[in-house]
Structure formats: structure tokens, C-alpha cells
């Protein structure tokens, strides 16, 4: 909760481990690839590598934006800077 930046009442602990939990569980097929479509991934290093693999196995050709941060904490903690980084691929910068 800290990282969020302290409660909110919208957000609680357990809708936190809720969201983390559902990424590692929630079923998809392998090598996912739609034509024309790009899957970027903002990679937050210290949730660790088996994300990492989740990523390159369900996912063909996933471009995978590397942050040295925790899960979520770019969206969270640096909106700014996740708007960027979206701006910077839509406009082929990244």
C-alpha cells in the first residue's frame, strides 16, 4: 500500500493481492500473435523472471519495456512517466 502512496478507499489490500494473484492465474493460450498488432509490455524487474517467461510464452513477439521498479508501481507512483513511454511507442520512439 505504501507504493500506491498510503490507503485509499478504493483501493485495499486485499483488491491488491486480488490483482496480483489473477495475473499469475488467469488462464491464456501460448504465442498469442493478432497480424498487425504490437503487445508492449512495461517489465517491472523486481517482480522477477518468471513474469518474464509468462510474458515470452503467451505472447509471440511481446516488446518488452524494462523498468527497474515493482508490479504496477510505474502506473501507480509515475503516471507521467507511463504516459510517456506510451507516447514515445505510439509515436515509434521506443
Not at 3 to 29: E, H
Not at 61 to 90: F, G, S, T
Request: charged fraction near 25%.
Amino acid at each position: 500500500m505504501e507504493m500506491l502512496g498510503g490507503a485509499r478507499p478504493y483501493v485495499t489490500v486485499q483488491s491488491c493481492k486480488n490483482q496480483f494473484y489473477s495475473d499469475l492465474v488467469t488462464p491464456l493460450p501460448d504465442k498469442i500473435n493478432v497480424p498487425g498488432t504490437e503487445i508492449h509490455i512495461f517489465y517491472a524487474l523486481k517482480m522477477g523472471e518468471k513474469y518474464r517467461e509468462r510474458y515470452e510464452r503467451h505472447f509471440a513477439n511481446p516488446v518488452i519495456h524494462e523498468q527497474d521498479l515493482q508490479h504496477e508501481e510505474l502506473l501507480a507512483c509515475y503516471p507521467e512517466r507511463w504516459v510517456q513511454l506510451v507516447k514515445d511507442i505510439m509515436e515509434g520512439k521506443q
